[in-house]
Structures are given as structure tokens and as C-alpha cells.
């Protein structure tokens, strides 16, 4: 049964740059949607990045451009890396992974524990 574990969080100052990963055990994301969600204190869970593809992407508004979403060529890593980190993209960061390309949480059946992120004032 597959399970996702998130790795590389952790306190970066603003402008600058993360990368955190998405490690597969018990499986490989061959043939599935791949999404990094976030969830901040208060706020609701909100979709960052959707892979089905390195060609197939689908990004938040409010990340456009700053992050990029990668697998690795076996299909057991999905990196995502952070550019230009703000304030507001403190956040824990949950890796996902479901038969649907889509960018609502409930698409989404494997879910790992969360890595935290925080940018500093």
C-alpha cells in the first residue's frame, strides 16, 4: 500500500529558498496525481502544486512562479522547490497523492504527516 513521508521543512528567512520532498514507500506515483497542499494556523487547507506529469502541472495562484513541482525519472520522488519564500507561505506543507489530477484535498486518498515551514518576520 503506497505511503508518502515529507521531508525538508524548516525556518527560512524571506527571498529564500526550500526545497522539500516527497519520498513513495510501498509503491511508486507511476499513474497517479501528485499534490504539495499547505495548511496555515487558522486557515484552510489550500492546494500548492498538482503533477501528473513534469508537463502536467497545475500551481496556486499565489505560488506561480516562485515554485515548481518535479518528479524524479522512478517515479518515487516528487520535489518541491520554493523560490522568493514570503511570509505567508508559512505553513505546514502535506504531500499527496490520489487517481485524480485535481487540486481539491478530497481528490486525494494518501496523505502524509506534514513537514512545517516557517518565514520569519
Known amino acids: 500500500q503506497l505511503e508518502v513521508v515529507e521531508s525538508g521543512g524548516r525556518s527560512v528567512q524571506a527571498g529564500g529558498s526550500l526545497r522539500l520532498s516527497c519520498e513513495a514507500s510501498g509503491g511508486t506515483f507511476w499513474a497517479s496525481a501528485v499534490a504539495w497542499f499547505r495548511q496555515a494556523p487558522g486557515k484552510e487547507r489550500e492546494y500548492v502544486a498538482v503533477s501528473w506529469t513534469d508537463e502536467d502541472t497545475i500551481y496556486g495562484d499565489s505560488v506561480r512562479g516562485r515554485f515548481w513541482i518535479h518528479r524524479d525519472s522512478g517515479q518515487k520522488t516528487v520535489i518541491l522547490r520554493m523560490d522568493d519564500l514570503k511570509l505567508e507561505d508559512t505553513a505546514v506543507y502535506y504531500c499527496?497523492?490520489?487517481?485524480?489530477?485535481?487540486?481539491?484535498?478530497?481528490?486525494?486518498?494518501?496523505w502524509g504527516q506534514g513537514t512545517q515551514v516557517t518565514v520569519p518576520s
Open positions: 499527496a497523492a490520489g487517481r485524480i489530477f485535481g487540486i481539491r484535498a478530497a481528490e486525494y486518498d494518501v
